[in-house]
């Protein structure tokens, strides 16, 4: 693997990459466990370790193979991620029925599992079926588990699994991995009004968000989306409603990009496959629920959404919160500057510490599976509105009675 080749999460992410490398040359890839926050690189890493491990020609070469593992449709590569909070026992189930069976096409395979530290203690069933799989795979099978929050991982997967820390980026490296993508200062200012320091400071540590925002595609869209919704409901511009239809229109288009994704790699799949093996994998798709993993990476894209937007409302936030203190230097996003510190001087500025705790809480409560998401939105985007305009003074908490003026309902019904 050569550094021209590689992604540019790794090239930012240099120790890791050679801790990651030293382990696959020496054999000891049996169990991985990357660590650290999704947009640092653990999941460019897992990708390498599967071309190393798929790849006829050791993943150096960018074949067929490797491309197919890079685009996660290859039917030895199975890619477990987690319906909206957390994997679901079936999820796990599946992987472990996969490694009991022979490769489709590579001498061995490999499972990647996304947010492995959900898989929590109440759900011990889950956790000792992967337990199981770790500690006697039929064939050669290398896990790589991928965990936020590696502390969190059950102890006794991980205490079998190598770690491998990937630490948030620091904005130089960002700044370089953005350049390694191709990216210039000119090209970067022209797309977005921010150099390329500024972008990685909006990227806040997070490779994956940083090329969004320079690329100007979804995160940019974004987050542009959301910031012109918060300010225009902070001045009253806009109906707070106007800020909960962006976001929840926001997740349902998610949703639906999901959907066909999903779609378009299975074909993706059959399209290198002779007649005769793409109708036996279309039988086991179907046997493993196919649809329902359709609908579970649409959820998990819904609520994936959802929080990213909610992410941005509490970047803007802090730096209402900067301002508000004197401390513009801090700000992440600088150029929307005028209108954070405009907010700030108003009756918003002492309530951003407010702001955040309802954007917090919001966060947490659609975490859980039963969550009413409108209904979350709608109150959310009320009670920021009521915050930045000064109609309230604090916020209500669970629990606790609501400390609005008389006369004013932030309940949405
Ligand atoms: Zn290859």
Redesign the pocket.
């Given at each position: 693997m050569t550094a021209d080749v590689l992604d540019s999460a790794l090239v930012a992410q240099p120790r890791a990459l050679r801790t990651l490398e030293r382990l696959v040359e020496e054999g000891r890839a049996h169990a991985l466990l990357l660590s650290g926050r999704a947009g640092s690189g653990p999941a460019a890493a897992a990708a390498v370790v599967a071309?190393r491990v798929l790849?006829?020609?050791g993943?150096?070469?960018?074949?067929d193979?490797?491309a197919r593992v890079a685009r996660r449709v290859h039917p030895d590569l199975h890619w477990v991620a987690p319906e909206g909070g957390s994997l679901a026992i079936d999820q796990v189930r599946r992987v472990v029925d996969v490694v009991t069976r022979m490769p489709f096409e590579a001498d061995a395979q490999v499972v990647v599992i996304e947010s492995a530290d959900t898989l929590s203690s109440d759900n011990a069933d889950a956790g000792n079926s992967l337990l199981k799989a770790l500690e006697e795979p039929a064939g050669r099978v290398v896990f790589v588990l991928l965990a936020e929050r590696p502390a969190r991982v059950l102890p006794t997967i991980r205490s079998r699994a190598i770690e491998v820390a990937f630490h948030p980026i620091p904005d130089h490296l960002l700044v370089e991995a953005l350049r390694h993508d191709g990216l210039d200062e000119a090209t970067a200012a022209a797309a977005t009004g921010l150099d390329l320091a500024g972008i990685a400071r909006a990227a806040r540590g997070d490779l994956q968000r940083a090329r969004s925002i320079a690329a100007g595609d979804a995160d940019a869209q974004r987050r542009g989306d959301m910031f012109t919704a918060m300010y225009a409901i902070a001045t009253s511009a806009n109906a707070p409603s106007f800020l909960a239809e962006r976001v929840l229109s926001r997740a349902s288009a998610a949703s639906e990009v999901a959907t066909r994704a999903a779609t378009i790699e299975f074909e993706a799949m059959l399209e290198h496959m002779d007649a005769a093996a793409a109708r036996s994998f279309k039988a086991k798709s179907n046997d493993d629920g196919m649809e329902k993993r359709t609908a579970r990476r649409a959820r998990k894209a819904r609520v994936g959404e959802l929080r990213a937007c909610l992410d941005d409302l509490a970047s803007w936030w802090r730096d209402v919160l900067a301002a508000s203190v004197g401390a513009p230097d801090a700000t992440t996003n600088s150029d929307r500057l005028a209108q954070t510190q405009l907010v700030a001087d108003g009756p918003g500025g002492s309530r951003a510490v407010a702001a955040l705790d309802a954007i917090d809480e919001a966060a947490a409560r659609l975490q859980l599976n039963n969550a009413d998401e409108p209904v979350t939105i709608g109150a959310l985007a009320a009670e920021l509105a009521a915050l930045a305009g000064g109609r309230i003074r604090a916020r209500r908490t669970l629990g606790a009675p609501a400390r609005t003026p008389a006369g004013y309902d932030l309940s949405l019904g």
């Amino acid at each position: 693997m050569t550094a021209d080749v590689l992604d540019s999460a790794l090239v930012a992410q240099p120790r890791a990459l050679r801790t990651l490398e030293r382990l696959v040359e020496e054999g000891r890839a049996h169990a991985l466990l990357l660590s650290g926050r999704a947009g640092s690189g653990p999941a460019a890493a897992a990708a390498v370790v599967a071309q190393r491990v798929l790849c006829p020609n050791g993943g150096r070469d960018g074949c067929d193979v490797c491309a197919r593992v890079a685009r996660r449709v290859h039917p030895d590569l199975h890619w477990v991620a987690p319906e909206g909070g957390s994997l679901a026992i079936d999820q796990v189930r599946r992987v472990v029925d996969v490694v009991t069976r022979m490769p489709f096409e590579a001498d061995a395979q490999v499972v990647v599992i996304e947010s492995a530290d959900t898989l929590s203690s109440d759900n011990a069933d889950a956790g000792n079926s992967l337990l199981k799989a770790l500690e006697e795979p039929a064939g050669r099978v290398v896990f790589v588990l991928l965990a936020e929050r590696p502390a969190r991982v059950l102890p006794t997967i991980r205490s079998r699994a190598i770690e491998v820390a990937f630490h948030p980026i620091p904005d130089h490296l960002l700044v370089e991995a953005l350049r390694h993508d191709g990216l210039d200062e000119a090209t970067a200012a022209a797309a977005t009004g921010l150099d390329l320091a500024g972008i990685a400071r909006a990227a806040r540590g997070d490779l994956q968000r940083a090329r969004s925002i320079a690329a100007g595609d979804a995160d940019a869209q974004r987050r542009g989306d959301m910031f012109t919704a918060m300010y225009a409901i902070a001045t009253s511009a806009n109906a707070p409603s106007f800020l909960a239809e962006r976001v929840l229109s926001r997740a349902s288009a998610a949703s639906e990009v999901a959907t066909r994704a999903a779609t378009i790699e299975f074909e993706a799949m059959l399209e290198h496959m002779d007649a005769a093996a793409a109708r036996s994998f279309k039988a086991k798709s179907n046997d493993d629920g196919m649809e329902k993993r359709t609908a579970r990476r649409a959820r998990k894209a819904r609520v994936g959404e959802l929080r990213a937007c909610l992410d941005d409302l509490a970047s803007w936030w802090r730096d209402v919160l900067a301002a508000s203190v004197g401390a513009p230097d801090a700000t992440t996003n600088s150029d929307r500057l005028a209108q954070t510190q405009l907010v700030a001087d108003g009756p918003g500025g002492s309530r951003a510490v407010a702001a955040l705790d309802a954007i917090d809480e919001a966060a947490a409560r659609l975490q859980l599976n039963n969550a009413d998401e409108p209904v979350t939105i709608g109150a959310l985007a009320a009670e920021l509105a009521a915050l930045a305009g000064g109609r309230i003074r604090a916020r209500r908490t669970l629990g606790a009675p609501a400390r609005t003026p008389a006369g004013y309902d932030l309940s949405l019904g």
